[in-house]
C-alpha cells in the first residue's frame, strides 16, 4: 500500500470516520485512497471554513476527533478562522493538510507556502511527515494528539510523495492518557472557602458541563450557598428539563461586573478567571470585584467531575438535593417579533436531544431562561469570537448525532461568512434547521461603537455596520443551495415555520425579519 492509504487506514484503525474535505492535487492520492478504504465518511465542504467548523461540530458532539483534508497553505489558511474557534474550544481535529511532493519544494511554486508557520498558531501539535513510511506513526500520533484531555487541534502535513510513495503498512494509536485528578489539597481548599460562609461563586466550563457534573455542582450550591454560573461560551452544555440549570455570565461588561459584585470568592471549575471579550476605554479587563479571591478547582484539562464529587463528600452535599430543573415550556407567543417572543418561541417548541449551536449574536442574549425548562438538549457556543462559526459546526453536529435535530441560531452578518453550509447539508440530508435573525445590520458592532467612546457615527461610520442596500435574501441563498427555505415577519409565522421544521427532517432554513 502507498503511504496514502497507510495513513486512511491507521484513521479508521485509529476510531477516526468521518474526513471532512477540501482537495486539491496534491491531496489526490489521499482521495482515491479514501475511496478504497471502507469505515471513513467523506463530506466536501465548498469553503475550508465549512470544513474546520464542521469538524469542530463533530469534535463537540462526540469527544473524538474527525479528520480534515485542505489543500497547502492556502486552503489550511482559508480554515483558520474556525480552527481557532475550535481551538479555543478545545474540539479534537486531525487536520491532514497537503503539500507539494517534497522535491518540488525547492522550485517556489504557486502554491509553495510556509504550512507549518500558517499551521502552528491553531494548532497544539504540528508535523511535517518526512516520508512514506512514518505517514502512519505519524498520522497516529496525530490521533492520539488531537484526542488528549480537553481536545487538542493536531496539523499533519502531508507532501504528495509520502502519500504515493510504498509504505511499511499500519500504525496503531498510542494509548490516551486519562485526564488528571486534582489533587486532595485542592479540594480541600475548596471545601474550606465553601464552608466559610462568605458568597461564592462556582463558575465553570468544560465537560463538566455535562448532567453528571452539573448535579454536583448544583448538589454542591445547595449545600453550601454558592451560586453557579458558566463562562460566557461553552463548548456544550447539557441543560433543559430534569438537569440542574445554570446561566452564562453575559456578554455586556457593565452586566458582567454587576453579576459578579458580590463574591469575595470565586471557584473555577475549568474556567478560566472572567475576563471581558475586549478592552474599553475605563471598563475593567477583569470582572471580578477587587479584593474577590479566585481559587482553581479543577483545569480545563482535569477530571472536574471526579473533582466536584470528592468535594461534594466534603460538604456533604448529595446529588439528589440538586435544584434540577422542572418541565416547563413557555406558552406559543403570538403577535410581534421580539427578543423574548423568539425565546418563548424556542422554550414552546425545542424537541428533545435538540443541539443548539448559538451564534444569534445580539438577538439570542436572552434565550436561556424560556429555554430553561424544555426536554433536554445541548447548547453550543463560539468560543473564539470569529464569526462564521455557526452554519458548519451544526453541519459536523448533524454528521456526528444523525438521529438528533440541530439548531442553528444565527445572526444574518454571521450567516454570510460561511453560507455554504447550506449546500453541504442539502446534498448530506442533514437534519438541521438554521434559523437567521435578519435585521440587516451589525447590530452588536453598533452598541460597540458607543463602548469604545468612538463617537456618534456619521453616514459613512454607519455604512460599515450595516448590511443592507442591496438586502440579502436568505431564502433564495438556500434555495440556490438545495435548501427549502421561509421568510416569517410575525412571532405566529415562526411558531408555524419552527413547529414544522421540528417535525420534519432534512435541512431547512427560516429568516426571520427583523427589519
Ligand atoms: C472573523 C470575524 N470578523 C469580524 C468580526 C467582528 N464582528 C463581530 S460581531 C459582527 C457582526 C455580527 O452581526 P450579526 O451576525 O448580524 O449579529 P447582530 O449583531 O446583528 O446580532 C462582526 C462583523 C468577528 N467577530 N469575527
Ligand atoms: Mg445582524
Not at 33 to 62: H, P, W
Not at 350 to 355: M, R
Request: proline share 6%.
Amino acid at each position: 500500500m502507498n503511504g496514502a492509504e497507510s495513513l486512511v487506514r491507521t484513521l479508521v484503525g485509529g476510531g477516526v470516520n468521518v474526513c471532512f474535505t477540501n482537495p486539491g492535487t496534491s491531496e489526490m492520492h489521499f482521495v482515491a485512497a479514501l475511496d478504497k478504504v471502507d469505515g471513513m465518511r467523506c463530506v466536501l465542504g465548498l469553503f475550508e471554513g465549512i470544513v474546520t467548523g464542521a469538524a469542530d461540530g463533530y469534535g463537540r458532539m462526540t469527544d473524538t476527533p474527525a479528520a480534515t483534508l485542505l489543500h497547502l497553505g492556502p486552503g489550511l489558511g482559508n480554515g483558520l478562522a474556525n480552527l481557532h474557534n475550535a481551538k479555543k474550544a478545545a474540539s479534537p481535529i486531525v487536520n491532514i493538510v497537503g503539500e507539494h511532493a517534497s522535491f518540488h519544494i525547492k522550485y517556489d511554486a504557486p502554491l509553495t507556502a510556509d504550512i507549518e508557520g500558517i499551521a502552528r498558531p491553531v494548532s497544539h501539535w504540528v508535523k511535517t511527515s518526512p516520508s512514506a513510511k512514518t505517514v502512519a506513526a505519524d498520522g497516529a500520533a496525530a490521533i492520539a494528539a488531537a484526542s488528549a484531555a480537553p481536545g487538542q487541534i493536531a496539523t499533519l502535513i502531508l507532501p504528495a510523495d509520502t502519500a504515493w510513495n510504498e509504505a511499511d503498512g499500519v500504525a496503531a494509536v498510542p494509548a490516551i492518557p486519562a485526564r488528571a485528578k486534582v489533587d486532595e489539597a485542592r479540594i480541600r481548599a475548596a471545601a474550606d472557602i465553601l464552608k466559610s460562609g462568605k458568597p461564592t461563586l462556582i463558575l465553570m466550563t468544560g465537560h463538566v458541563l455535562k448532567e453528571k457534573g452539573l448535579a454536583l455542582a448544583g448538589a454542591i450550591a445547595a449545600r453550601t450557598g454558592a451560586k453557579l454560573l458558566t463562562q460566557l461560551s461553552n463548548k456544550r452544555l447539557e441543560r433543559g428539563a430534569g438537569r440542574v440549570p445554570v446561566l452564562r455570565v453575559p456578554y455586556v461588561v457593565d452586566q458582567a461586573v454587576d453579576t459578579l459584585k458580590g463574591f469575595q470568592n470565586i471557584l473555577l471549575v475549568g474556567a478560566k478567571p472572567p475576563v471581558s471579550f475586549f478592552g474599553y476605554p475605563d471598563k475593567p479587563s477583569e470582572q471580578q470585584a477587587p479584593g474577590t479571591v479566585i481559587t482553581r478547582l479543577a483545569e480545563l484539562e482535569e477530571d472536574a467531575i471526579d473533582a466536584l464529587s470528592r468535594l461534594a463528600d466534603l460538604v456533604g452535599a448529595k446529588e439528589k438535593d440538586a435544584p434540577f430543573q422542572e418541565a416547563r415550556r413557555p406558552p406559543v407567543p403570538t403577535g410581534a417579533i421580539t427578543l423574548d417572543s423568539l425565546a418563548a418561541s424556542l422554550g414552546a417548541h425545542l424537541p428533545e436531544g435538540a443541539i443548539v449551536v448559538d451564534e444569534s449574536v445580539t438577538t439570542g442574549r436572552g434565550f436561556f431562561p424560556l429555554t430553561a425548562g424544555a426536554p433536554p438538549h445541548d447548547w453550543l457556543n463560539n468560543m473564539g469570537g470569529s464569526i462564521g462559526f455557526g452554519t458548519p459546526v451544526g453541519t459536523g453536529a448533524a454528521i456526528a448525532c444523525p438521529t438528533r435535530k440541530v439548531i442553528c441560531l444565527v445572526g444574518d452578518g454571521s450567516a454570510m461568512y460561511t453560507i455554504q453550509s447550506l449546500w453541504t447539508q442539502a446534498r448530506e440530508n442533514l437534519d438541521v434547521t438554521t434559523i437567521i435573525f435578519a435585521n440587516g445590520t451589525y447590530q452588536i458592532l453598533k452598541g460597540e461603537l458607543a463602548q469604545v467612546g468612538a463617537g456618534n457615527p456619521g453616514r459613512k461610520a454607519m455604512d460599515m455596520l450595516e448590511i443592507g442596500r442591496p438586502d440579502l435574501n436568505f431564502v433564495e441563498m438556500a434555495r440556490g443551495m438545495g435548501v427549502p427555505g421561509r421568510r416569517v415577519d410575525t412571532i405566529d409565522e415562526f411558531n408555524k415555520a419552527l413547529q414544522s421544521a421540528m417535525k420534519e427532517s432534512g435541512p431547512k432554513l427560516i429568516e426571520v425579519m427583523m427589519r
